[in-house]
C-alpha cells in the first residue's frame, strides 16, 4: 500500500503529463495556468486512496482521479467569474488576468478534458465511474447555484446552509472515495458507505474553512483571514449569529453585514469580537465534530480490517485537523 | 426505415421528455428555456438517421442524439454570453434574460446533462462514442477561441476562416453522423467515410449560413437580414471582398467595417453592394458546391446501397438548398 505522500506525487506526476501545449494557445495557457496553481490535490489523492485500500491497482485510478481533479478546478474558474473573485490561491484568478470570456471557454473545455480523463478508465467500471461523476457535477452546479441564490436572499436557515456546501463541497470528496471504491472492486455496500463517509467528511471540511476563515492561522490557511467576513458570505459563522444574536449585537451584524462599506479591519474585529461573545467559534466546532463522527460511523462500516482502513483514515484526520 | 420526419418526432419527443423540473429553479429553468427555443435538431436527427440507415436500432441511438443536442444548444447559450448577443431564434438570450451567471452556471448543467445521456449509451459503444463525442467537445470550443480571436485581429485569411468554421460547427454535425454510424454497427472505414462527408457537409452549411445572413429571405431565414455586415462579423464573405476589393471599394468596406455606428440599413446597403460588385455571392456559392461535391465524393464510398443512403442524401440535400 502506498501513503498519501506517494499517492500525491502520482497524482501531481500525471498532472504534469496532461498535455495543454495545444492551440489555440489563448484557450490552453489558462487552463495550464489554473491546473498550474497549486492546492492540495486532495480529491484525486482521496480516488487513489480507495481504490489502494482495497488493493485495486492504482494505474486503474489515475485517470478518473485526474478527470475529478480538472473538473473541481474548472469550477473554481467558474466560479471566480460568478463571484467576482480576483485572487485565487494567492494569484491573479484566469477572468482577471485575461477576461471573462477567456474563462468561460476555458474552463468549458476543462470540462471536456476532465471527461476525456475519464473516458480512459477501464471498460469494466466506464458506466459505474461515468454515473458517479456526472451525478457529482450536476449536484455541484446546484450547490453553486443555491449558493448564488444565498447572496440575494435575506434568511438562509442552517438546513438549507447544510444542504447547499453537501451539494457544492461534500458530494464532490464523496464521489472521489466511491470512484476510487469502484475502481478497487469494493462491494456495493461498501461503496455506499465510503461514499456518506466521504459526504459527511466533506460538510465538516467545509464548516472547517468557514471556521479558518475566521479564527485560523493566515499563514498556514494561506488567505487573509476575515475575507468571508469582510464580502458578506454567508457562511454557517454569520447564520448562526445572526441566529442566536439580540439587541445591540444583532443590530451591529446587521449593520456589518448590510455593506462593505467598512474599512476592513474595523469590520472584521467587531463581527469576530460578536462571534466571540456568541461562542460561535464553539458552535462551529461542535458542529464539525458532531459531522465528521458521523463520518467515522459510516467508515467502521467498511468491511476492510483497520489495518487496510488506517491510511485513508490517518488523511482525513489530518484534513480535519489542518491549521489548528 | 424511418423518414427524416418520422425521426425528428422521435427527436422532439425524447427531448420532451427530458426532466428539467428539478431545483433550484433559478438553475433548471433557463435550460428548460434554451432547450424549449427550438431550432431545426440537425445534429441528433443526423444521429438517427445514420444509425437507422444501417439497420441499427435507434432505441440505442436517441440518448447519444439528445446528448449532442442538449450540447449544441449548451454552446450557443455560453456563445451568446461571449458575443454578448441579445437574441437567439428571435427570443432573449438566456444572460439577457437572467444574467450572465445564471447563464454561465446554466450552461455547465447542461453540458454534464448532454453527458448524463451520453452515459446512458448502450456498453458496447459507450468508449467509442464518449470518444466521439468529447474530442467533438473540445473541438468546437476550439472553433470558438479563434471565432473570439478573429474579431480582435486584423487579417484573417481564407484557409484559416475555413479551419475555424470546421472546428467550430463541421466537427459536431460530423460526430453526429460517426455517432449514429458507430450505434447502427458501421465498419470503420464506413465510420470515417460519414465522418468526412458530415465535415464537408458541415463546412458547406456553414458557409450558406454566412451566404444567407446577406442574401437570405428574412421570412425564412428567420432573423434580420444583414446582421453579420452591420455587427462587423468576420464571414466568408468578408473576408473574401476584402482580399478582392480596390481602391474606393476596399476603402469604403474598412470605413464600414471599423465600426457600429453606421445606420444599420444604409450600411448593410452599401457593403451588400460592394459584395455584388465582387461577385462574392458567386464565390461563396461555388465554393459552397465545392465543399458538398467533395462531401459526396466520401457519402459514395459509403458501402451501402443508394436505397440504403437516399433518406440520408435527401435530407442534406434539402440541407443544402434551404431558404433559396
Redesign the interface.
Known amino acids: 500500500m502506498y501513503n498519501s505522500e506517494q499517492l500525491l506525487e502520482k497524482v501531481k506526476s500525471a498532472l504534469s503529463d496532461v498535455k495543454l501545449d ?3 494557445k ?2 490552453y495557457e489558462p487552463i495550464s495556468y489554473t491546473l498550474n496553481l497549486g492546492g492540495k490535490r486532495i480529491r484525486p489523492v482521496l480516488v487513489l486512496l480507495a481504490c489502494d485500500m482495497y488493493g485495486g491497482d492504482i494505474k486503474y485510478a489515475i485517470n478518473p482521479a485526474i478527470a475529478i481533479e480538472i473538473f473541481h478546478n474548472f469550477t473554481l474558474l ?1 466560479d471566480d ?2 463571484d467576482n473573485a480576483p485572487l485565487r490561491r494567492g494569484k491573479e484568478t484566469v477572468f482577471k488576468k485575461w477576461n ?2 477567456v474563462a ?2 476555458s ?3 476543462m ?3 476532465a ?2 480523463h475519464l ?1 480512459m478508465s477501464d ?1 469494466m467500471v ?2 459505474n465511474v ?2 458517479i461523476f ?1 451525478k457529482a ?2 449536484e455541484v ?2 450547490g ?3 449558493d ?2 444565498y447572496e440575494t436572499i435575506g434568511d438562509v436557515n442552517i438546513p438549507e446552509y447544510l444542504e447547499m456546501i453537501r451539494l457544492k463541497t461534500a458530494v464532490l470528496i464523496a464521489a472521489s472515495l466511491k470512484t476510487g471504491a469502484v475502481v478497487g472492486g469494493a462491494d456495493k455496500k461498501d461503496i455506499e458507505n465510503i461514499y456518506k463517509f466521504g459526504e459527511n467528511v466533506g460538510i465538516a471540511f467545509q464548516l472547517q474553512d468557514d471556521l479558518l476563515d475566521v479564527y485560523g492561522n493566515q499563514k498556514v490557511f494561506g488567505k487573509k483571514i476575515g475575507g468571508d467576513i469582510f464580502t458578506n458570505k454567508k457562511t454557517y459563522l454569520l447564520i448562526k449569529a445572526l441566529k442566536d444574536a439580540k439587541g445591540k449585537d444583532l443590530a451591529d451584524l446587521k449593520k456589518y453585514y448590510s455593506s462593505t462599506d467598512f474599512d476592513y479591519d474595523e469590520k472584521v474585529k467587531a463581527v469576530t469580537e460578536i462571534y466571540n461573545k456568541l461562542e460561535v467559534n464553539n458552535s462551529t466546532v461542535s458542529l464539525i465534530n458532531e459531522y465528521y463522527n458521523k463520518a467515522l460511523t459510516y467508515f467502521d462500516l467498511i468491511n476492510l480490517s483497520n489495518d487496510q482502513k488506517s491510511i485513508l483514515k490517518k488523511y482525513t484526520d489530518n484534513l480535519m485537523q489542518r491549521n489548528f
Chains 1, 2 share one sequence.
Open positions: 495545444n492551440k489555440p489563448e484557450l467558474h467569474i460568478m471573462s470570456n468561460i471557454l474552463g468549458d473545455t470540462f471536456a478534458l471527461y476525456k473516458a471498460t466506464l458506466h461515468l454515473e456526472t457535477a450536476i452546479c446546484e453553486q447555484q443555491y448564488m441564490n
